[in-house]
């Protein structure tokens, strides 16, 4: 989304209307700064004088004046402003957030973003992180990783020592898609950073955090001797830094990974210590409500799992506060297990539902977001293949005007040039290995963080399989019809969404492993036929093909390709006609030609942009079956045979899906 002036201040009046200052008399704090509202602003330097007058006003006084941030800021979009970076944006931003008004404080944050982004300005990255963190609550992991890849271009810029948050973040991304190796890495860099920060209480509070999260990504691979060390260490470092919401989380976390290995009196005693900081006088104002329900969930789940279930808080009271989808999964999760606990399953089925709902909506986000990610990462990746190739292109062009000019030299010239080429020769082919090195980790990036991403989507799904197999299958429950639907629904709607997965895994992995080789089509269309005998014996559709030739393939990847469009054919047929597909093919000098020709129901020449998208679905999924996922499988494994894959459709008439096979696959 670009952003103008107009619409940047239209989306700010959304925040400032909203809070309208309080009619008080100035006090003493107020009144010197306010002197400068009312004074010149017309250049860059007045705006200058205005954002430390206001961020004075805010940080010394608290005192919010909605109509003056306003005029400031709507000068600044006037005048393009590149003081982004002036302290007056983040101290409002504090503001907002410490008053607990955290969408106002977002909106804005993303306003300062998407203007930064427009104009090409430098904006502190923390802003960068501010958003990441709010993307992580939703699982939106695809504008998480990129608004954390931009704080850490944004401190390393600025030489910032807050790189430490970029690299942490950045490890929580790893750590929650289940990389666990790449997590640690970052974790531990980001440790590094902070131990070398000179503020005593701001080093403190970020090596708690970093040994806190190096604790927990221990604790999930099950290591319990590592995860306990560096629980202890980030409870000894928490107690010399000021953040007592950091604090509580980080006994809430050992708490539950305690209870968790069933060490309940080693958690008893952690529980004690943890009492007595969160009663203590000084910090039990300070609690933001978000951390305080996180350690009643923990203190709950620890006596959940001891049977002191009249201890424990009702999970309806613990979900009241604002909460991360993570932390909102796991109090569902209570609260299936402790209505389970009290004999009622009314109370555990609605909570089942409202997980359910969760992992719905955070597994079709994370869908969409997957795929953003994915074509991000691949065009970052294209791109560095056409600059190589373009950079490579024009070095060797230079070296053939030099190669030139030595022919038309004298002898002692040619042989020094030739020495001094070579040299520079050498030089070039270290600078294209590199590159294909910078090229080949991207793609090892992309296709390790895909891999992973679907194979961590699968668990909710199973986990919501899990409890609609048990609600079902509880003889003792007697269901109503009503009831029954909601369970069938849930199953249906769970295998779909496992289908999805599936399919998108597969669609990742394709060609992982695959060897070229000589590959006989007519065995391979003979295999397809085999495979889909059932529908067509269903449909009775005839298959014509004549005789078809070898060629140079990826076995595995090359049957897919046929099945998948057969398949679609018959799909697609229409309902009053059998179906008939033939397979043609015609030989160039470069490549294979082939055609896969039906009589379907055809598309409308609206949808043929579109057509070999991911889960791109033209028909109704009551209507006609499937993922939406076969024809982008078609079209990557054409790419694989540097090839092209292109459709001509007329609606009841038929489709006919052309593609071709390059002769020089390497």
């Known amino acids: 989304m670009s952003v103008t002036p107009k619409v940047f201040i239209i989306a700010l009046l959304g925040i400032f209307v909203l809070q309208l200052p309080a009619q008080e008399s100035i006090d003493t704090c107020t009144s010197g700064y306010l002197l400068v509202k009312n004074s010149s602003l017309t250049s860059k330097d007045d705006l200058y004088r205005h954002y430390e007058a206001l961020n004075g006003i805010i940080v010394d006084c608290q005192y919010e004046d909605t109509l003056w941030i306003e005029k400031v800021i709507h000068k600044a979009v006037e005048l393009e ?16 957030y410490n008053k607990e008004r955290y969408q106002d404080a977002l909106k804005y944050s993303k306003i300062l973003i998407q203007f930064a982004d427009k104009y090409n300005h430098p904006l502190s990255g923390d802003f960068y992180i501010e958003a990441g963190i709010n993307y992580s609550f939703k699982g939106d992991f695809s504008n998480e990783y990129k608004m954390f890849n931009q704080a850490i271009e944004a401190y390393k810029r600025d030489n910032s020592e807050n790189l430490t948050y970029a690299l942490s973040n950045l490890g929580n991304f790893y750590q929650g898609i289940g990389d666990f190796d790449k997590a640690l ?23 708690t955090n970093k040994l806190f999260s190096i604790a927990r990504n221990h604790a999930l691979q099950n290591n319990i001797d590592s995860a306990k060390i560096y629980f202890k260490r980030a409870i000894v470092d928490g107690k010399k830094q000021r953040n007592e919401d950091l604090m509580l989380t980080v006994y809430a976390d050992y708490i539950l990974f305690l209870t968790k290995i069933k060490k309940f009196q080693k958690a008893d005693k952690v529980l004690i210590e943890a009492n007595a900081f969160f009663t203590d006088p000084y910090f039990s104002n300070k609690f933001k409500t978000e951390y305080i329900s996180y350690f009643k969930f923990s203190k709950s789940k620890l006596y959940l799992e001891k049977g002191e279930i009249n201890q424990c808080n009702l999970p309806a009271d ?54 953003a990610f994915i074509e991000e990462k691949q065009k970052s990746t294209q791109l560095l293949e056409e600059n190589y190739k373009l950079t490579e292109k024009n070095k060797n062009r230079e070296n053939f005007l030099k190669l030139l000019f030595t022919l038309v030299s004298a002898l002692g010239l040619i042989l020094f040039l030739l020495y001094r080429t070579n040299r520079k020769s050498k030089k070039l082919n270290e600078e294209i290995a590199e590159k294909n090195n910078q090229i080949s980790s991207q793609y090892s990036e992309l296709e390790r963080i895909s891999y992973v991403m679907t194979h961590d989507l699968k668990e909710p799904v199973k986990t919501v399989q899990s409890f609609s197999n048990l609600l079902a299958n509880n003889s003792e429950t007697n269901f109503s019809s009503k009831e029954e639907k909601i369970i069938e629904v849930i199953e249906n709607a769970s295998n779909g969404m496992l289908e999805s ?31 889909l005998s059932g529908i067509i014996e269903e449909k ?18 090359i049957t897919t390709l046929f099945q998948n469009l057969i398949s679609n054919s018959l799909k697609y047929s229409q309902d009053h006609m059998a179906p008939i597909i033939q397979i043609k ?82």
Do not use: C
């Open 81 to 96: 402003d590149s003081l982004l970076n002036a302290s007056f944006h983040w101290s409002y931003y504090l503001l907002l």
């Open 318 to 371: 613990l979900l009241k506060a604002e909460l991360s989808n993570a932390n909102k999964k796991e109090i569902l999760q209570y609260g299936i297990d402790y209505s389970i606990e009290k004999e009622d399953l009314e109370s555990a089925f609605n909570f089942s539902q409202e997980l359910k709902k969760l992992i719905n909506d955070e597994a079709e986000l994370q869908r969409k977001s997957a795929l």
């Open 501 to 531: 997965i599936n399919n998108l895994h597969e669609y990742l992995i394709l060609g992982r492993k695959s060897i070229l080789r000589l590959i006989n089509l007519n065995d391979v269309v003979k295999q397809v036929l085999d495979n």
């Open 585 to 666: 093919v015609k030989e160039t000098k470069e490549h294979y030609q082939f055609s896969v020709i039906d009589n379907g129901i055809g598309i409308p020449k609206e949808e043929h942009k579109n057509i070999f998208d991911l889960f791109n679905r033209l028909h109704l999924q009551t209507k006609i079956e499937g993922s939406g996922i076969g024809l982008t499988h078609a079209r990557k494994v054409v790419e694989m045979h540097k090839g092209k894959i292109w459709l001509e459709s007329i609606p009841n008439q038929g489709s006919k899906f052309h593609f071709t096979i390059s002769k020089k696959i390497s």
């Open 540 to 557: 009775k559709a005839k298959i014509v093909y004549g005789k078809l030739p070898e060629i140079r393939a990826f076995q595995k990847e």
């Open 185 to 207: 890495e970052l974790h531990h860099q980001a440790y590094k950073s902070a131990q070398e920060m000179e503020l005593e209480h701001v080093k403190f509070y970020n090596t």
